[in-house]
């Protein structure tokens, strides 16, 4: 397959990627704290993901990883899997969706500072550019919705530790896929996560307070979709992506989820499965909405033509 054909569906993965996380946000609505703590939504995520990973691992051509590349193996299951969704799903909990758009929007800028001092990445004007366009289009998507409720300083660090994780995982997880399959990754990452969550002390504290009889089959699959949509597939095909486009042009794709969870707003709305959030969509937030898709095209032909050199 030709290698520009390779990076266009590299950024259409990492479209999808942002669409299952858009689609989470509106599904996975009231499942925390009513059913699941975070912890214990995070672990089911972890395992369920995890088995699935070895399942389809078993079909495929063995690959061996070598002994020199387990601690960095580890170290992007802590900063990938572990902290990453731990200090999210807490920090959502504690703090207001307006400041956590704010704050995951800086998660492109993190990829790009630590990728230039840990992979020697360029940092060009054309690349500031889309980053920048696409954070202030983000950032005013996000104040427009502001709901004024639940601010807390605790869960704004929540946030950011949070983002500041999956930075650090999308830029050292960038050398072991030069060397292995993205499914091969992707698999001991969360075997190595997976770890992390058995040693981690609150995960029994809350599993033995889950009511499981409380949680009826609309809940059970909204877990499911998380599990395997939102925890599977998305990080799989992140994976995917990082094999072709770099670590900034990848976290870009993020900008996009304030377009695509009110997009989802609309289809579930219609469909019935979600309350109505269409009133709040206004001419305002399209213009947003231009500002983002702008921004992440910006980043994404910078990724594409510094490949074509």
């Given at each position: 397959?030709?290698?520009?054909?390779?990076?266009?569906r590299a950024?259409?993965?990492?479209?999808?990627?942002?669409?299952?996380?858009?689609?989470?946000?509106?599904?996975?609505?009231g499942?925390?704290?009513?059913?699941l703590?975070?912890?214990?939504?995070?672990?089911?995520?972890?395992?369920?993901?995890?088995?699935?990973?070895?399942?389809?691992?078993?079909f495929l051509p063995?690959?061996?990883?070598?002994?020199?590349?387990?601690?960095l193996?580890?170290?992007?299951?802590l900063?990938?899997v572990?902290?990453?969704?731990?200090?999210f799903?807490?920090?959502?909990?504690?703090?207001?969706?307006?400041n956590?758009?704010i704050?995951?929007?800086?998660?492109?800028?993190?990829?790009?500072?630590?990728?230039?001092?840990?992979?020697?990445?360029?940092?060009?004007?054309?690349?500031?550019?889309?980053?920048?366009?696409?954070?202030?289009g983000?950032?005013?998507?996000?104040l427009?919705?502001?709901?004024?409720?639940?601010?807390?300083?605790?869960?704004?660090?929540?946030?950011?530790i949070?983002?500041?994780?999956y930075?650090?995982?999308?830029?050292?997880?960038?050398?072991?896929?030069q060397?292995?399959?993205?499914?091969?990754?992707?698999?001991?990452?969360?075997t190595?996560?997976?770890?992390?969550m058995?040693?981690?002390?609150?995960?029994?504290i809350?599993?033995?307070?889950?009511?499981?009889?409380?949680?009826?089959?609309?809940?059970?699959?909204?877990i499911?979709?998380?599990?395997?949509?939102?925890?599977?597939?998305?990080?799989?095909?992140?994976?995917?992506?990082?094999k072709?486009?770099?670590?900034?042009?990848?976290?870009?794709?993020?900008?996009?989820?304030?377009?695509?969870?009110?997009?989802?707003a609309?289809?579930?709305?219609?469909?019935g499965v979600?309350?109505?959030?269409?009133?709040?969509?206004?001419?305002e937030?399209?213009g947003?909405?231009?500002?983002i898709?702008?921004?992440?095209?910006?980043?994404?032909y910078?990724?594409?033509?510094?490949?074509?050199?």
């Open positions: 397959m030709p290698l520009k054909h390779s990076i266009w950024h259409l993965a990492l479209l999808l990627v942002n669409m299952l996380y858009g689609a989470g946000h509106i599904l996975a609505k499942v925390m704290p009513a059913f703590t975070p912890t214990t939504f995070i672990f089911f995520r972890i395992l369920g993901a995890t088995l699935l990973f070895w399942l389809i691992k078993a063995k690959e061996r990883i070598q002994r020199k590349d387990i601690g193996f580890m170290l992007c299951a900063f990938g572990t902290i990453n969704q731990l200090f799903f807490h920090g959502l909990s504690l703090s207001s969706s307006i956590s758009g704050i995951m929007t800086t998660n492109p800028i993190l990829v790009t500072i630590i990728a230039y001092f840990l992979l020697k990445e360029k940092i060009t004007t054309t690349k500031v550019t889309g980053i920048v366009l696409g954070a202030t983000a950032i005013l998507l996000s427009a919705g502001n709901t004024g409720k639940g601010d807390s300083t605790l869960g704004d660090l929540f946030l950011f949070n983002a500041a994780s930075a650090v995982y999308l830029v050292i997880a960038k050398p072991l896929m060397r292995y399959s993205p499914f091969t990754v992707i698999t001991y990452v969360f190595f996560g997976l770890f992390y058995l040693i981690y002390p609150p995960t029994y809350d599993i033995v307070q889950i009511d499981f009889s409380a949680i009826h089959s609309i809940i059970w699959a909204k499911t979709y998380i599990v395997i949509g939102v925890t599977f597939f998305t990080y799989l095909l992140t994976m995917y992506g990082l072709y486009v770099g670590p900034s042009v990848a976290s870009a794709y993020i900008y996009t989820q304030p377009v695509l969870v009110i997009g989802f609309y289809l579930f709305s219609l469909l979600a309350d109505d959030y269409t009133n709040t969509i206004t001419l937030k399209i947003y909405m231009v500002m898709f702008t921004g992440v095209w910006i980043t994404a910078y990724g594409k033509k510094n490949r074509d050199k």
